[in-house]
Structure formats: C-alpha cells, structure tokens
C-alpha cells in the first residue's frame, strides 16, 4: 500500500500514481515525456465564459473536497480508484491536498482537485456537471493559485480542453526544472478566500 509521503516523494521526483481502473487495486507510476501545465493567473477565458460568468449564478467554494473527489471517481471510465481516494482524504486532512467545488444556483456544476506541495499545485481531475462547470473551475483555481503564491499549474497530460484554457507542454527535462524551483519556494492554499463570481469577473476583465 502506498502512503501519504511516499506520494508526495513521488510528486516530487516529477511522477505521479493512476490505477487502470476504479476496479484495478494496483498503483503505475506515471512519468510522460510531455508534461501539461497551465499559466498560473493566466488561464484563459473565452468572451462567450466571461459572459456567462457574469450572468451570475456562480459561486466557488473550498469546503468540498470528499464531494469533488467522489464526482470526479463516479465515472464509467476512471483512474481513481479506492486506494488512490484514501491518500487524497488523508493528504487533504495534511493539508496537501485542496478541491474547489463550483456551484450553479446552489447545486454542483464542477470543480478540481489537487495536490500541494511547496508552490506547485498538481491538479489530479476535474469534473463538470453542468455546461461550462469545469471551465469555471479552472478560472477560479488559476486566480486562487496566484494569489496564495503557487508557480506551479500542473495538470499532468495536456488535452483539448485545456489547450484551449492556455494549457501547454513541456518536455520532461524543462518539466523538471520547473518543478524543481516551485518546490524550493512555500505558498498556502488557505491563504486567501476564493472571490465572488463578480470579483473575479473584475479581475479576468482588467488584465484581459
């Protein structure tokens, strides 16, 4: 069984653990060629997102975390599975692992989970119940991550979707030195309060 701390080494070594299944009990370290990263602060957001975010309706919140981890594991198709959910409660619990869960007139639409250590944030999955869900959740997650001091965005593989967020790749060796320099400086995902919808409409708005 792996623990807590060996996953964080792993982390820190630039690997990271999936299962083949929600059903498989094994673990497979993960260490691509490529790395997905997203700007931190940088994400972008299309006119048609920014339009719908100040529609209103939206509210992002960081109480949810076993609710986000339980939608994005409640899949046909997942890498998340039993072993995997129990390191992330007791890395949360520690204090390395963080969710944003983003709601829609009160109810889930989508959110993100992830794990901290030093200023990088290793984003584990997203999941969106609703249009746009997990669009919102990496808006407010990039501006939240800048604010407490992360450098670091990573989102393990790069796919469509995050492309066009900003996402991008970086070969293993850059990767590495990336993530090198964000374990050698300290950021708190505690730090501040996630903004309201407007607030953070304002602030995409203004550096837009």
Same mark, same amino acid.
């Given at each position: 069984m792996l623990t807590p701390a060996q996953l964080l080494k792993g982390y820190a070594r630039g690997v990271f653990p999936m299962a083949e299944s929600a059903d498989d009990?094994?673990?497979?370290?993960?260490?691509p060629p490529l790395r997905g990263v997203?700007?931190?602060?940088?994400?972008?957001?299309?006119? +048609?997102? &920014?339009? *719908?975010?100040?529609?209103? #309706?939206?509210?992002?919140?960081?109480?949810?975390?076993? %609710?986000?981890?339980?939608?994005?594991?409640?899949?046909?198709?997942?890498?998340?599975?039993?072993e995997l959910t129990d390191l992330y409660y007791k890395l949360h619990e520690a204090g390395?692992?963080?969710?944003? +869960?983003? &709601?829609? *007139?009160?109810?889930?639409? #989508?959110?993100?989970?992830?794990?901290?250590?030093?200023? %990088?944030?290793f984003g584990e999955s997203m999941v969106s119940q609703r249009t746009s869900g997990s669009k919102m959740a990496l808006l407010w997650a990039s501006h939240h991550l800048r604010r407490c001091g992360f450098t670091?965005?990573?989102?393990?593989?790069?796919?469509?979707?995050?492309?066009?967020?900003?996402?991008?790749?970086?070969?293993?060796?850059?990767y590495r030195v990336r993530?090198?320099?964000?374990?050698?400086?300290?950021?708190?995902?505690?730090?501040?309060?996630l903004p309201s919808a407007h607030q953070l409409w304002q602030d995409i708005s203004q550096t837009s």
């Open positions: 009990d094994r673990l497979y370290w993960f260490d997203l700007p931190v602060g940088g994400v972008h957001a299309s006119r +048609s997102l &920014l339009r *719908d975010l100040k529609r209103g #309706g939206w509210s992002a919140h960081t109480d949810g975390f076993h %609710a986000v981890v339980a939608a994005c594991a409640d899949r046909e198709t997942t890498w998340i599975n039993a390395h692992a963080h969710a944003i +869960s983003i &709601l829609h *007139d009160g109810h889930l639409a #989508g959110g993100i989970f992830g794990v901290t250590l030093g200023s %990088a944030f670091l965005f990573d989102t393990q593989f790069l796919t469509p979707h995050l492309a066009r967020m900003g996402g991008t790749e970086l070969p293993r060796s850059a993530l090198a320099a964000a374990l050698r400086r300290k950021a708190d995902f505690t730090a501040h309060l």
